[in-house]
């Protein structure tokens, strides 16, 4: 399995509904990323998890809270979301973090909108 | 902190026309470099990438890039391009363990390529 599964596809919610974003992989990878892509954009980088732990926090407001319940599975868990967060929402991952040579696998991505 | 340009924004090219992308990056360490493609409604997917060794690097669908790492470039050269390259094209870095930047794939602003048939 060489894979990168992210549920929903696509996904609308309100601005005071609470969803999660879900993400799993089976490749053995122990770091894990989370991205948004806006329109014609490229990706940004929101959290980094390595071998379950938050390292990296690109200063994501506090309404998008990650969480890596195991090793293979990723959370993004959405709440109170402005229309503006409307995007892409990509998830990656790479066998190290501190070894980018490895490459990364992206997943097809949640296409959030919020109204 | 690290940086990744991408000099053309978009280009309109006619089948079989060569083409190169210009990449270069800020960063003076130990770097990955990456060219990844996103056609229209789908996922990145990885067209090559560099980490070490000959700095020719050959990827998927006839692409190829070379790293120059005096000018800290990594330009996408295809010979000859198709309609079915039309796409967005990521150049991406990141950088080895010791950096205050590890963990981080950094993506350029992109480059869409639009072929006309």
């Known amino acids: 399995d060489t894979e990168v599964t992210q549920t929903p596809k696509h996904l609308v919610m309100g601005m005071t509904n609470k969803k999660s974003l879900k993400c799993e992989q089976h490749?053995?990878?122990?770091?894990m990323y989370w991205y948004k892509q806006k329109a014609k954009k490229p990706p940004e980088l929101m959290f980094v998890y390595s071998y379950e732990k938050l390292s990296i926090n690109e200063s994501v407001p506090s309404r998008f809270s990650p969480e890596c319940p195991n090793s293979s599975l990723l959370n993004l868990h959405l709440h109170a979301l402005q229309p503006e967060d409307s995007a892409l929402y990509l998830c990656?991952?790479?066998?190290?973090?501190?070894?980018?040579?490895?490459?990364?696998?992206f997943g097809s991505g949640t296409r959030l909108t919020v109204v | 902190a690290q940086s990744v340009s991408q000099h053309n924004h978009h280009v309109i090219l006619s089948e079989a026309a060569s083409l190169e992308l210009g990449c270069n990056y800020s960063?003076?360490?130990?770097?990955?470099l990456f060219w990844y493609v996103q056609y229209p409604g789908q996922h990145l997917q990885l067209l090559l990438k560099y980490f070490s060794g000959d700095p020719l690097v050959k990827g998927i669908k006839g692409f190829e890039a070379e790293f120059i790492k005096s000018k800290f470039s990594f330009n996408l050269r295809k010979p000859s391009v198709q309609w079915s390259d039309t796409a967005e094209y990521f150049c991406a870095v990141t950088s080895e363990r010791g950096s205050s930047n590890t963990g981080k794939l950094i993506f350029g602003q992109g480059t869409t390529l639009q072929v006309k048939p």
């Open positions: 490749m053995g990878h122990r770091a």
């Open positions: 960063y003076g360490g130990t770097v990955n």
């Open positions: 990656a991952s790479s066998q190290d973090r501190d070894r980018g040579s490895y490459g990364y696998t």
